[in-house]
């Protein structure tokens, strides 16, 4: 073989190094960006999430507060309501035993 074809030999397996050099570095900064990209993006989901959870625990505290507040009314209606009943029945024990006396 000639010097001048082992010199075509090597410049070719040199720039075949070079383009396989070129294409793994670019390979592993596309890999790095997508990954630098999920980061991203995960970290937003992470916060939509966060966020989420806040307003749906708002809400839930809310809605708790409302349920709270109808059943003490409720309660301080059915309170009145008993109240006013054994009122009527104290006067009517009262009335009753006062007749028992006097009638004797």
């Known amino acids: 073989m000639s010097l001048e074809a082992l010199d075509t030999i090597a ?4 720039k075949a ?4 050099a070129a294409a793994v570095a ?8 997508a990954e630098d990209a999920v980061t ?4 937003a989901a992470d916060g ?7 307003e749906l625990t708002r809400k839930a505290d809310e809605k708790a507060k409302e349920d ?10 059915k309170e009145a309501a ?4 054994a009122e009527r029945k104290m006067d009517e024990v009262v ?7 006097v009638n004797g």
């Open 95 to 101: 009335d009753g035993i006062v007749e028992r006396i």
């Open 11 to 14: 410049l070719a397996e040199e």
């Open 17 to 20: 190094r070079q383009i396989r």
């Open 82 to 85: 008993m109240r006013a009943k």
């Open 40 to 43: 991203v993006m995960i970290a």
């Open 26 to 33: 670019e390979a592993k900064k596309t890999v790095q960006e």
């Open 48 to 54: 939509k999430a966060e966020d989420e959870l806040k």
């Open 68 to 77: 709270a507040n109808a059943l003490a009314s409720n309660t301080r209606n």
